[in-house]
């Protein structure tokens, strides 16, 4: 199975600029996805496809990479931004998620 | 809206079954593929199976195949998993997904869960 390797966690102020990395163990093409989980929620689609923006979703959050290598990108952060964020990919079968990135702001 | 709601979760023991469902509602059912995603206790997510719009394609990950049997019910907008043989590590929430419209494996709307205990 492709590994998706994220960061555990990260600690920034609101206003400022955050980025999340996700590493593939092997190639996704651009099939890679992003979700937001606040805690006792479901999660909810950010990016799909490395940097489409899903509908509804502020264009406070971009996406980029290709490959192995992704970032999601918040700019600002804001204080409703605490969640955890998980990558996905969907080039290689199973479709496998990262361990997700808690985001807390200090 | 679009609103997907899991039901027939609960406490089961090692190697008994159980039938989750899940209601679609606010866009029309047999037009998307659907999944299921698990997510154990403090831990990330983990895609579990998926079916394609007429049911006729299914897909499963290694560790539940031959053990978990995904359908649908069209006429009645209803997504299904049956779980036979359960285990203490399939204990998670079970969340039930839409393929996103172009048929890709990723997920543009979730529903809000439903807890599944094994154990003795």
């Known amino acids: 199975d492709t590994v998706l390797t994220q960061s555990p966690a990260l600690a920034v102020s609101p206003g400022e600029r955050v980025t999340i990395s996700c590493r593939a163990s092997?190639?996704?093409?651009?099939?890679m996805h992003w979700y937001q989980q606040k805690p006792g929620q479901q999660p909810t689609l950010l990016i799909y496809?490395?940097?489409n923006l899903e509908s509804g979703v502020p264009a406070r959050f971009s996406g980029s990479g290709s490959g192995t290598d992704f970032t999601l990108t918040i700019d600002p952060v804001e204080a409703d931004d605490t969640a955890t964020y998980y990558c996905?990919?969907?080039?290689?079968?199973?479709?496998?998620f990262g361990g997700g990135t808690k985001l807390e702001l200090k | 809206e679009v609103q997907l709601v899991e039901s027939g979760g609960g406490l089961v023991q090692p190697g008994r079954s159980l039938k989750l469902s899940c209601a679609a509602s606010?866009?029309?059912?047999?037009?998307?593929?659907m999944a299921w995603v698990c997510q154990a206790p403090t831990k990330g997510l983990e895609w579990v199976a998926s079916?394609?719009?007429?049911?006729?394609?299914?897909y499963y990950r290694d560790s539940v195949k031959g053990r978990f049997t995904i359908s649908r019910d069209n006429a009645k907008n209803t997504l299904y998993l049956q779980m036979d043989s359960l285990r203490s590590e399939d204990t998670a929430t079970y969340y039930c997904?839409?393929?996103?419209?172009?048929?890709?494996?990723?997920?543009?709307?979730w529903g809000q869960g439903v807890m599944v205990t094994v154990s003795s």
């Open positions: 092997e190639s996704v093409s651009t099939l």
């Open positions: 606010g866009f029309t059912f047999s037009n998307y593929g």
């Open positions: 996905q990919q969907s080039w290689n079968d199973p479709p496998t």
């Open positions: 079916i394609s719009t007429g049911g006729g394609n299914t």
């Open positions: 997904a839409r393929h996103y419209p172009t048929g890709s494996f990723y997920f543009d709307y």
């Open positions: 496809l490395a940097s």
